[in-house]
């Protein structure tokens, strides 16, 4: 026996199993410094189907100054989605219905009152002069963003306007000096400030608010646009966690009862190769798990189906290696030999399986929407994932089984 394999596999077998606890177990959540990241599945996003969240349906009503048409549903979906996009939720829903309808589902504790008041408030911004002439409105804004002064306690919304409209403000600003310019929100005169001197760094500010959340809704109508249509409520409710709670349990026991089903098979069939391959999987699943908190997935049941599936895409790769190890192992080639003939001949069906099911993915992430997305989202990367486990890490583990003289019996191998 070759100690220093041994000893190798021995770490191999520790880092993953504390990798595992890291991942999984709520060990490490009081921890002052680890608490903070670990464990890694808290940190992964649940969908709306999972976690509960809002769902509302806005319908377009036609008005003198502006009718319905397909053209004022695009700009008011885009409009809709930058105002959702502010609430920092992830994957939200949002898609037309009809002629005149759009569905906005968004995951996550949001009070529905306020999402549905940030949606369709028209937010259409002007700043006027005394003799009403309009300087600038919401067109001409660059960004805005809401902000406390540390001196006075002062909340205000601080307003950056695009070139065009900082050229307009500094010429209105000079030739307004000592005389108000009124700022009006959806006709409401929200202030009349006196201007002092020409401004023409094309900046300005709105105060008066109460708190810095009233100023971070109304900084995220503006920094989205006024709606191009006039927008009624026509459905609104909030979509509760229980069912998604339920679901999630019993997708966890489904999944739990299948993988072990899977890790029993692999052994008792496969023998040493089977063990190998289950020790794959696990690795497999912790890349995956990092993978979705690295890039911000979205777990959905779609999602769980897609990670379940591709879980079953790995173990069918090591059963196609396994079967070929172990006809070669039967025509009296050594150990190394047959594992490295049964990987060579397997790799051919194992890539054309692979990319024609990363194939289908593809497509499906660039014509689905919503929560199909999200199933190819997350087949995808399963089975980039399970290509690198099975190809690269149970070859190298079982070259190094093999090198360390634990077991040279090639019935322990299924031969």
Same mark, same amino acid.
């Given at each position: 026996?070759?100690?220093?394999?041994?000893?190798?596999?021995a770490?191999?077998v520790?880092i993953?199993? &504390?990798?595992?606890?890291?991942?999984?177990?709520p060990?490490?959540?009081?921890?002052?410094?680890l608490?903070?990241?670990?464990?890694?599945?808290? *940190?992964i996003? &649940?969908?709306?189907?999972?976690?509960?969240?809002?769902?509302?349906?806005?319908?377009?009503?036609?008005?003198p100054?502006?009718?319905?048409?397909?053209?004022?549903?695009?700009q008011?979906?885009?409009?809709?989605?930058? /105002?959702?996009?502010?609430?920092?939720v992830?994957?939200?829903?949002?898609?037309?219905?009809?002629?005149d309808?759009?569905?906005?589902?968004?995951?996550?504790?949001?009070?529905?009152?306020?999402?549905?008041?940030?949606?369709?408030?028209?937010?259409?911004?002007?700043?006027?002069?005394?003799?009403?002439?309009?300087v600038?409105?919401?067109?001409?804004?660059? *960004?805005?963003?809401?902000?406390?002064?540390?001196?006075?306690?002062q909340?205000?919304?601080?307003?950056?306007?695009?070139?065009?409209?900082?050229?307009?403000?500094?010429?209105?600003?000079?030739?307004?000096?000592?005389?108000?310019?009124?700022?009006?929100?959806?006709?409401?005169? =929200?202030?009349?400030?006196v201007?002092?001197?020409p401004?023409p760094?094309?900046?300005?500010?709105?105060?008066?608010?109460?708190?810095?959340?009233?100023?971070?809704?109304i900084?995220?109508? +503006?920094?989205?646009?006024?709606?191009?249509v006039?927008?009624?409520?026509a459905?609104?409710?909030?979509?509760?966690?229980? +069912?998604?709670?339920d679901?999630?349990?019993k997708?966890?026991?489904?999944?739990?009862v299948?993988?072990?089903?899977?890790?029993?098979?692999?052994?008792? @069939?496969?023998? =040493?190769p089977?063990?190998?391959? *289950?020790?794959?999987?696990?690795?497999?699943? =912790?890349?995956? +798990?990092?993978?979705?908190?690295?890039l911000?997935?979205?777990?959905?049941?779609?999602?769980?189906?897609? !990670?379940?599936?591709?879980l079953?895409?790995?173990?069918?790769?090591?059963v196609?290696?396994?079967?070929?190890?172990?006809?070669?192992?039967?025509?009296?080639?050594?150990?190394?030999?047959?594992?490295?003939?049964? !990987?060579?001949?397997? !790799?051919?069906?194992?890539?054309?399986?692979?990319?024609?099911?990363?194939?289908?993915?593809?497509?499906? @992430?660039?014509?689905?929407?919503?929560?199909?997305?999200?199933?190819?989202?997350?087949?995808?990367i399963?089975?980039?994932?399970?290509?690198?486990?099975?190809?690269?890490v149970? /070859?190298? &583990?079982?070259?190094?089984?093999?090198?360390?003289? &634990?077991? /040279?019996?090639?019935?322990?191998?299924?031969?």
């Open positions: 026996m070759k100690w220093n394999k041994i000893f190798i596999l770490g191999i520790v993953v199993a &504390l990798a595992t606890v890291a991942a999984v177990s060990v490490f959540k009081n921890n002052p410094y608490g903070k990241y670990l464990p890694l599945v808290k *940190d996003t &649940l969908g709306l189907d999972l976690q509960g969240g809002v769902h509302v349906v806005l319908e377009a009503k036609d008005t100054e502006v009718k319905v048409t397909p053209d004022t549903m695009k008011l979906m885009a409009v809709i989605q930058r /105002r959702v996009d502010q609430f920092g992830a994957e939200p829903v949002i898609q037309q219905q009809g002629r309808r759009l569905i906005v589902e968004i995951a996550g504790r949001i009070d529905p009152e306020e999402a549905v008041r940030t949606m369709v408030k028209t937010a259409y911004l002007e700043f006027k002069t005394m003799d009403g002439k309009t600038v409105t919401g067109a001409d804004l660059k *960004d805005a963003i809401e902000s406390k002064d540390p001196t006075s306690g909340i205000k919304v601080d307003l950056t306007f695009n070139a065009a409209g900082a050229k307009k403000f500094a010429e209105a600003t000079a030739a307004n000096v000592g005389k108000p310019i009124a700022i009006i929100l959806d006709g409401q005169v =929200l202030q009349t400030p201007v002092q001197e401004i760094n094309g900046k300005a500010q709105i105060t008066g608010y109460q708190s810095l959340e009233e100023a971070h809704n900084a995220i109508l +503006l920094r989205s646009g006024a709606l191009p006039k927008v009624e409520v459905e609104k409710r909030g979509i509760g966690p229980a +069912l998604g709670a679901s999630l349990e997708s966890k026991h489904a999944g739990l299948g993988v072990l089903a899977i890790l029993i098979f692999m052994v008792m @069939y496969y023998r =040493l089977g063990l190998v391959a *289950d020790f794959a999987l696990l690795i497999y699943a =912790l890349i995956v +798990l990092a993978i979705y908190v690295g911000h997935v979205t777990m959905t049941l779609p999602g769980i189906a897609a !990670f379940l599936l591709s079953g895409i790995a173990v069918d790769a090591n196609i290696i396994f079967e070929r190890l172990k006809e070669e192992l039967r025509t009296g080639k050594s150990l190394r030999s047959a594992i490295d003939a049964g !990987f060579k001949r397997a !790799f051919t069906a194992i890539f054309d399986a692979n990319a024609t099911t990363l194939i289908a993915a593809v497509v499906l @992430y660039f014509f689905g929407t919503g929560p199909i997305r999200g199933f190819a989202i997350t087949l995808g399963g089975i980039v994932a399970s290509m690198f486990t099975a190809i690269t149970t /070859r190298w &583990l079982l070259h190094l089984v093999a090198a360390s003289g &634990l077991v /040279r019996n090639a019935k322990a191998y299924g031969a």
